[in-house]
């Protein structure tokens, strides 16, 4: 596999059914498979974190994709995400949270895990990891030293969570229902009921919020539902007008605005990047 890095200008050009972008440079991860394309990297403003060669994680100088660091991890990585100066990343066969120094790739610390423990979400200097595929409790650990906090009384269900400032936001993929909570006692601040399921495919994102904490939540049927953070009742933002459920994106903050870096080889999503979001014709990301 190889991983290239496309590299945007604050307004994408756009036309046709393509987004242009121009390929600065290429770096091969010798192993196969899809492990670094969804779950196995993440991006920060000048450095990207990357699993390669089946074990390792590595970071790459996203100036001109040289070798960083070069750290022991594990195999095909359940998540990796960044939060501020530091790497957070779960290994399908070592049951661990593990915690790396963002610049140098020392490992910080590790807390152990349940088997079977996926996602990853950081809010309020704390970790929060669980609820992947509803295999395991939610569990909350200190960001600083991974000193384990509290941990939910039965198994939980949800997508890929996503912190919205201090705090973090849940969906069950099968009943529709969203929960904001705080992530330092797991209690619920507000909560959502779709009127039908949301995406619940491990390399669909399913949230995306807008300015005025102004929430997006794709649904499994297609339509994409907009909410205020601050009120429970949701409503239709946009029903496209052919099915967009086989059209995952990956999106990554670039100059004020979001760019895509993947998509469907067969229908690539219009994008542009507009006063600071994105909008597209399909599928959001």
């Given at each position: ?14 036309f ?7 390929a600065?440079w290429?770096r091969?991860?010798?192993q196969?498979?899809?492990?670094s ?5 993440a991006?920060a403003p ?5 699993h390669e ?10 100036r ?5 660091w ?5 195999t ?10 530091r ?6 066969n070592?049951?661990?949270?593990v915690?790396?120094?963002l ?37 909350a ?6 000193a384990?906090l509290?941990?939910?009384p039965?198994r939980?269900t949800?997508v ?8 973090v936001?849940l ?6 229902e ?9 209690s619920q ?16 994102t ?7 904490r102004?929430?997006?939540?794709a ?6 539902w907009?909410s205020i953070l601050?009120?429970?009742?949701p ?8 099915d967009?459920?086989?059209r ?21 999503t219009q994008?542009?990047c ?12």
């Amino acid at each position: 596999m190889t991983l290239r890095i496309n590299i945007a200008t604050r307004f994408s050009v756009w036309f046709a059914r393509w987004v242009i972008f121009e390929a600065r440079w290429r770096r091969q991860l010798h192993q196969h498979g899809s492990s670094s394309a969804f779950g196995g990297w993440a991006a920060a403003p000048d450095l990207i974190v990357v699993h390669e060669r089946s074990t390792r994680l590595v970071g790459v100088d996203l100036r001109d994709g040289a070798t960083v660091w070069d750290a022991p991890f594990g195999t095909w990585p359940r998540a990796v995400v960044i939060v501020g100066d530091r790497c957070l990343g779960i290994a399908q066969n070592i049951p661990q949270l593990v915690c790396f120094d963002l610049s140098s790739g020392q490992r910080l610390w590790s807390a152990d895990l349940p088997g079977f423990t996926g996602h990853i979400v950081s809010a309020g200097g704390v970790v929060l990891v669980g609820g992947w595929r509803g295999y395991t409790p939610l569990m909350a650990f200190d960001l600083r030293d991974g000193a384990p906090l509290w941990r939910s009384p039965g198994r939980v269900t949800t997508v890929a969570p996503m912190a919205v400032g201090a705090q973090v936001l849940l969906a069950d993929p099968a009943t529709g229902e969203i929960r904001l909570i705080d992530p330092r006692d797991g209690s619920q601040v507000n909560a959502w009921s779709l009127p039908e399921p949301v995406v619940s495919d491990d390399s669909r994102t399913v949230f995306a919020t807008l300015e005025a904490r102004r929430l997006l939540v794709a649904s499994a049927l297609g339509a994409q539902w907009k909410s205020i953070l601050r009120h429970p009742a949701p409503a239709c933002f946009q029903r496209p007008e052919r099915d967009c459920r086989e059209r995952p994106s990956s999106w990554v903050a670039s100059s004020g605005c979001l760019r895509p870096t993947a998509w469907s080889r067969s229908s690539p999503t219009q994008a542009r990047c507009v006063s600071g979001y994105t909008s597209t014709t399909g599928w959001w990301g």
